[in-house]
């Protein structure tokens, strides 16, 4: 999957169709007609996760380009990253929805358990190591 720029500027994004099966082998045929208010944009989802991340989990977190998911509804799946300010990014720990007519986050205290608990084990994974000075 990815997102960026194409040759005029404008901005891509990725559309991820969940929940729909592909066979192993043989012909696959997808027809989508989906009609959606998007009322929120990719930015708009990307700075309201920034915001919840910085206010509700770690400073240390933030919102990373949107993909636009498909399933049942539709919504902004904006990738949470933790960054270090000495190491910069250091992995993706977890992901918020937000849904794309009303800009409302898709946000659980599960969710933000899973999220602390993948951020504190990629920390502890990428710590740099030191040794004691003797």
Do not use: K
Not at 6 to 22: H, K, N
């Amino acid at each position: 999957m990815m997102s960026g720029r194409d040759t005029s500027g404008m901005q891509l994004t990725s559309i991820v169709l969940a929940d729909r099966p592909i066979p192993e082998t043989g012909l696959w045929e997808l027809q989508v007609n989906i009609s959606a208010a998007v009322n929120c944009s990719a930015e708009d989802a990307r700075r309201a996760a920034n915001r919840f991340v910085h206010h509700e989990i770690s400073y240390l977190m933030r919102g990373d380009s949107p993909s636009l998911v498909v399933a049942d509804r539709v919504y902004w799946r904006v990738p949470i990253v933790l960054s270090f300010p000495s190491h910069g990014p250091v992995g993706m720990v977890g992901s918020i929805d937000v849904d794309v007519d009303t800009g409302e986050l898709n946000v659980s205290s599960g969710l933000i358990a899973e999220i602390q608990r993948r951020a504190q084990d990629l920390a502890t994974r990428s710590a740099p190591h030191t040794t004691p000075a003797g």
